[in-house]
């Protein structure tokens, strides 16, 4: 192992399992702030967006996400439903309707959808936004 990777494993990093990350969490930001800093955001510039789905179908081994294990369909398919409610209330709250030069899934295991739950969440974001040509 090289010096430079032993220097970087050996750094104290936060892990990105919720966001914003636990330690900015504050009963001081509610709901009216959180809106005023979308429709703040310019129009002109684009986003990033990040969809969590807390489920999964096993536990992994090396797993320190805060998640749920979902033996059954029907508390993942009424998440999906929530997660298509909040992408539409999220854009309701946009100055325009903006461009997405990031999309990423994460939480749990977002295949924990099933396939059709996953298009109707791209559909939303689709419907919602204009995801560049370039988007990771």
Known sequence: MTDALKTYMSRNVPRYTSYPTAPHFSKAIGSKEYAHWLAALPPEK???L???VPYCRELCW???CNMKLAKKDA?????AQTLN???????GHLPDRMAITHLHWGGGT???LVPDDLERAMQAVRANFNITADAD
């Open 62 to 64: 090396y797993c320190g």
């Open 85 to 91: 409610r909040e992408i539409d209330l999220l854009a």
């Open 110 to 112: 977002p295949t924990a």
């Open 50 to 52: 990040y969809l969590h």
């Open 46 to 48: 684009p986003v990033s």
């Open 75 to 79: 508390p993942v398919a009424q998440y």
